[in-house]
Each structure stands twice: as C-alpha cells, then as structure tokens.
C-alpha cells in the first residue's frame, strides 16, 4: 500500500538516471488554499512521475489524479469532479529567476502540482448541463416572504 508522501526528488538520484515517484498527497500537504464554498479538497492527490535531470533545470512527466467533492452551484446538490491529467509535464528551472528551492539537494514538486491543480478546478461546478437550479417557491403557499405584512395588522383589534 502506498504511504502519503509529497512529490520530492533527490538531485543526487538523477545523476544515475531518472526517478520515479508513484504515491498520493494528503489534502493537508497539497493545501491549495482556495477558498470556494463550492468546491472541497477531502481526497488524496494519487500522481505517477518521472523526473529527468536537464542541463538548466528538471523535466517532469507523467499522471496526477484528484477527486473534488463539489456543490452545484445552480442546484446545490453534492457531485464529484474527477481532475485527471494524463500527460502532465512541467519544466523545473534550477537556475535563474523562476529557479526551483533546493533544500539538502531536494526539489518539492508541490508547488507545480498544486498549481496546474487549482488552474483546473471548474470554475461553477454543475451537477449537469441541464440543471434547472432551485425550483422555484409554490406560488399556491403563502411563506412569510411573499405574504402582505400590512393584511395581517388590518386583522388586529385595537381598542
């Protein structure tokens, strides 16, 4: 069974050739910091990359996978939305301004997951293209939003 672990690779391993890295991210450790009432991270991130050591920096290939729990946001009923990139890559400068931090000889590919990640999160989730939405109030029932105020003062008896 595969543990929870961040995306990290050891500079020194890619002196021997690429590396693989095949497990799942908590929520927690992916942290993508949005703030959408609509859209909830509870899932394990699962990704299966290989990284390559370039002359400037590192390419990385591979799979990431994620699973959101969303609201509709025309209906509110609960959905799921799978997010799956099956060719990510990403180019991982180690040098100039963009450079990647590196940390006892080891790169965190978090922060370039986490952001291709929340670059595809759906924008208003719906539950289908033909969601109507709400449905609409009775029109036949009296609710204290739609009833006269006034009606019921006109009922007092004051003396």
Not at 66 to 87: G, Q, S, Y
Not at 88 to 106: F, K, M, R, T, Y
Not at 118 to 139: I, M, S, T, Y
Request: proline fraction near 8%.
């Amino acid at each position: 069974m595969k543990g929870f672990m961040r995306p990290e690779v050891n500079l020194r391993h890619l002196e021997d050739g690429s590396v693989s890295l095949d497990d799942q991210m908590t929520p927690e450790e992916l942290d993508v910091g949005v703030e959408d009432s609509l859209i909830h991270v509870k899932e394990p991130l699962k990704y299966d990359l290989e990284v390559q050591q370039m002359e400037d920096g590192l390419l990385v290939q591979g799979t990431l996978r994620l699973t959101l729990d969303c609201e509709c946001a025309r209906c509110l009923k609960p959905m799921r939305h799978k997010l799956d990139f099956d060719a990510w890559a990403a180019h991982i400068p180690l040098q100039g301004e963009d450079e990647a931090a590196v940390v006892n000889d080891v790169v965190d590919l978090t922060p370039y997951v986490r952001e291709d990640i929340v670059l595809a999160f759906p924008q208003r989730p719906l539950c289908g293209p033909d969601c109507k939405g709400l449905p609409a109030p009775d029109a036949s029932k009296e609710s204290p939003l739609t009833s006269n105020p006034w009606a019921e003062l006109n009922k007092l008896k004051l003396k």
